[in-house]
């Protein structure tokens, strides 16, 4: 069984930036900050694990990993799990892009 590594995007990892600040400056606590961050790294670590976990998209080979009321979106390539966007489901889905 292959181990799989997890890659962040440049726009996964502003919008995780994004997010988590948004929470700090929101609840002027990083608490929530620092659970939601935790989650999405436990949800990863299952991804590793079982990386055909997260529902298929339109996209050939894109899929989204469902946590809390965000979805990661990913792509399995070779030994790569490589993590595309965050998506905050209460968002317009007109404004969505993955790639």
Not at 58 to 77: A, H, N, P, T
Request: aromatic share 12%; proline share 2%; charged share 30%.
């Amino acid at each position: 069984m292959a181990q799989y590594k997890i890659i962040w995007s440049n726009r996964a990892k502003i919008k995780r930036y994004d997010i988590l600040e948004f929470y700090i400056k929101r609840n002027k606590s990083k608490t929530y900050s620092i659970k939601l961050n935790r989650k999405f790294n436990k949800e990863l670590r299952l991804l590793i694990k079982q990386p055909n976990l997260g529902i298929k998209t339109v996209l050939k080979g894109v899929r989204g990993l469902i946590v809390d009321d965000f979805i990661l979106f990913y792509e399995v390539i070779k030994d790569m799990i490589v993590i595309h966007s965050i998506w905050d489901c209460r968002q317009n889905p007109d404004d969505l892009i993955i790639k």
